[in-house]
């Protein structure tokens, strides 16, 4: 994939000598990135971390991603991946970032010395770098880089707040040097040299890399969710398709799909080669989320990537597949909810800002999975929506409305003189079901959602009216939607998920 280089909207890291480099690295980004001040450090740590709930370790974990942005932003999203190693007897951390101001024809690794912060010194593991070094050329001693880099040195608080005694290795790779091939070898590199050392039972590996950046909070949903589900299959091949699928989609103002994701590459095939089989998503969101400004926005992801053990059981639906219930919405609420729609297109188009909108209304500040519909003369105008909630129903309206008014990128954006012959449909989603197999899909009745490598597709149940018949049906969405062979949801690789919707609509 081709990358342009960037520069973070919300971030930029200023650049700073690194002193007696040879010896200690300075901190570059404290007092930016995350504050200066070790008892405001230490506090803002440990309150991320109080707000991410008890959960079971899956299995062993092996590696981690993280995202890298100001804690502002992402340290929410971070703290779910290192509140679950911090459950960890961790000695070894291989941490593998992307450089945001240094082309790397190869991956930079700082062999020896410490890394300084403001809650203390994090001694770099020389043995366990410079064995790296030796076992592929496409590592090479490179202290310059990591001098103003900030994906690597917003890590250590969380790290100094969860573990002692512990030692790192920094490596930075980037930017689109490394190839799919590249990022195996240097991944596969760096599990051998942990092999050969016999560190594998004190040592993870993390990768530090943000989502998207610079998509509508709606397309950045889209392209996120697409990335996290080839790493939650734990496929690299289907991560580098999806990818660049994505970037040749012609999503508005998507730079990237993930800032670092050559050092992605190279974790999840490490993480492979030291025995991990299973990856689980932690968390996601972005900064349109944290701010409130969902005009361009930067995603984050917490994974793990751990070998499978009892506390795993091979072939059951996770617990978040929940049963799906019936529901409705009372017909007050979807009077409201058509009219907080077409005001918020309206406003927008002759604004070019969000409508605020505020309600006390339970029903309405209920967290939904959302779907708004245009149609004009009864051909698709423009759609876009959300598999999952990702905020308050009156919030996802107002916000899928104008999505899908002028973010579809099908579509030419939405003009005011077409407002008023555009019609307007909301779709409600339950939950998603994971089920084994299409004799459980009721025509008519269920949406349906087919995942395999990375690809993703959905119809709503109106999509039945078009395409009767449920094999023509699963045919469509497998080609058209998700982008692979017509009969890939017959293949037990492919995932098929099931939903209810409760739709409303303009009168007619």
């Known amino acids: 994939m081709n990358r342009r280089p960037y520069l973070s909207l919300f971030l930029c890291a200023a650049v700073c000598s690194c002193g007696s480099a040879a010896d200690v690295r300075k901190a570059a980004v404290a007092g930016q990135f995350y504050p200066a001040d070790p008892v405001e450090l230490r506090a803002a740590v440990d309150n991320y971390l109080s707000e991410v709930p008890e959960r079971k370790t899956p ?101 100094l707040m969860t573990h002692k005694d512990f030692k790192i290795v920094p490596i930075l790779m980037g930017n689109s040097y490394f190839s799919l091939a590249d990022s195996k070898r240097a991944g596969e590199a760096v599990a051998k040299a942990i092999k050969e050392l016999g560190l594998e039972r004190t040592t993870v590996i993390i990768a530090s890399s943000d989502l998207s950046h610079y998509p509508s909070w709606a397309n950045a949903n889209m ?131 969000l409508s605020t909108y505020k309600t006390s209304d339970p029903e309405l500040l209920t967290p939904a999975a959302v779907f ?46 077409e407002l008023s012959g555009t019609h307007i449909e909301i779709s409600v989603l339950s939950p998603l079901t994971r089920i084994r197999s299409a004799d459980e899909i009721k025509e008519k009745i269920h949406g349906v959602v087919v995942r395999r490598g990375g690809r993703s597709g959905l119809f709503l149940p109106q999509v039945w009216e078009q395409i009767p018949g449920k094999e023509a049906f699963l045919n469509e969405l497998c080609w058209q939607k998700a982008g692979l062979e017509p009969s890939a949801w017959k293949d037990p690789k492919t995932e098929l998920y099931i939903f209810t919707v409760f739709a409303f609509e303009d009168p007619k």
């Open 223 to 353: 392209s996120d969710g697409a990335a996290l589900k080839a790493i939650g299959n734990f496929d690299p091949a289907a991560l580098e398709k999806a990818a660049s699928g994505l970037m040749s989609s012609s999503i508005p103002e998507l730079v990237c799909v993930l800032c670092g994701i050559e050092d992605v590459y190279a974790v999840m095939y490490a993480a492979r080669a030291l025995g991990a089989d299973k990856a689980q998503v932690l968390h996601y969101e972005n900064s349109g989320d944290v701010t409130g400004d969902k005009s361009r926005v930067v995603g984050y992801g917490a994974a793990v990537f751990f070998k499978e053990g009892k506390n795993t059981i091979r072939g059951k639906i996770p617990e978040t597949e929940k049963k799906m219930n019936n529901f409705t919405i009372s017909p007050k609420n979807t009077a409201e909810l058509l009219k907080v729609a077409r005001l918020s297109i309206e406003n927008f188009l002759k604004t070019k800002k």
């Open 372 to 417: 708004v519909t245009l149609t004009q003369n009864g051909k698709l105008r423009g759609c876009i929506g959300t598999t999952e909630p990702h905020a308050p129903l009156y919030e996802a309206v107002n916000q899928l409305a104008v999505a899908a008014a002028v973010e579809d990128y099908r579509f030419s954006p939405l003009t005011l003189n």
């Open 59 to 159: 299995g062993t974990p092996v590696a981690f991603l993280v995202p890298h942005a100001g804690y502002m932003f992402s340290a929410r999203t971070a703290a779910y991946s290192y509140k679950m190693l911090s459950a960890m007897n961790v000695r070894n951390i291989v941490l593998i970032g992307n450089s945001h101001h240094y082309g790397l024809s190869k991956a930079a690794v700082y062999p020896s010395g410490k890394f300084d912060t403001p809650l203390g010194q994090v001694e770099i593991n020389e043995t366990l770098a410079r064995k790296i070094l030796s076992e592929s050329p496409l590592f090479e001693e490179n202290r310059a880089p990591h001098a103003p880099e900030h994906s690597l040195e917003v890590q250590l608080p969380f790290l």
